[in-house]
T-cell receptor, first 114, second 115 residues
């Protein structure tokens, strides 16, 4: 299994540009989520999905869209990039094991918005 | 507000020494507490997961403790190695979380092990 994969690894955008961060998992996990990690702060949940066709907002959803058309893929779209969205983005998938959710994180995408 | 506070923010130790990282939380109702290791440029990797009924859990040279009464946890690293240099993140999960994604993350402790 490749686990959770993310592309690209690095990206530089100009303010106002749009782009999609890709996330895929091959573990058949129902739950997937997107986080952003900023210096000195804990990871913050952007959006999550409990299964194909179902998505919901997390703590910091503004400026981001998601969709979940398949179990495997959970892309994150930046509609109009802003410098405040400069961050490292992590995708994670979760499975229920022993009554609790185990999360597996991707390697991250480092995004800079100028 | 649910919070997870970690200390120290950063720590430097010599190879072979032990160290203890602290985590205090105010998350309620509490379900479980996790410790993750995050190497530079990588995603977090789970080290331990403890429910409120578990006081301690080990994973090799890593031992996590939990005091659900005082809402404190610690991660003890024994006989540190250079490869232990990483950020260690404490994460607390809310009870009755159907989505499995309502986690509160601490800011992490950055550990550097020097030869």
């Amino acid at each position: 299994n490749a686990g959770v994969t993310q592309t690209p690894k690095f990206q530089v955008l100009k303010t106002g540009q749009s782009m999609t961060l890709q996330c895929a998992q091959d573990m058949n996990h129902e739950y997937m989520s997107w986080y952003r990690q900023d210096p000195g702060m804990g990871l913050r949940l952007i959006h999550y999905s409990v299964g194909a066709g179902i998505t919901d907002q997390g703590e910091v959803p503004n400026g981001y869209n998601v969709s979940r058309s398949t179990t495997e893929d959970f892309p994150l779209r930046l509609l109009s990039a802003a410098p405040s969205q400069t961050s490292v983005y992590f995708c994670a998938s979760s499975r229920l094991a022993g009554g609790r959710y185990e999360q597996y994180f991707g390697p991250g995408t480092r995004l800079t918005v100028t | 507000k649910n919070q997870v506070e970690q200390s120290p923010q950063s720590l430097i130790i010599l190879e072979g020494k032990n160290c203890t990282l602290q985590c205090n939380y105010t998350v309620s109702p509490f379900s479980n507490l996790r410790w993750y290791k995050q190497d530079t440029g990588r995603g977090p990797v789970s080290l331990t997961i403890m429910t409120f009924s578990e006081n301690t859990k080990s994973n090799g040279r890593y031992t996590a403790t939990l005091d659900a009464d005082t809402k404190q946890s610690s991660l003890h690293i024994t006989a540190s190695q250079l490869s232990d240099s990483a950020s260690y993140i404490c994460v607390v999960s809310l009870m009755n979380n159907n989505a499995g994604n309502m986690l509160t993350f601490g800011g992490g402790t950055r550990l550097m092990v020097k030869p």
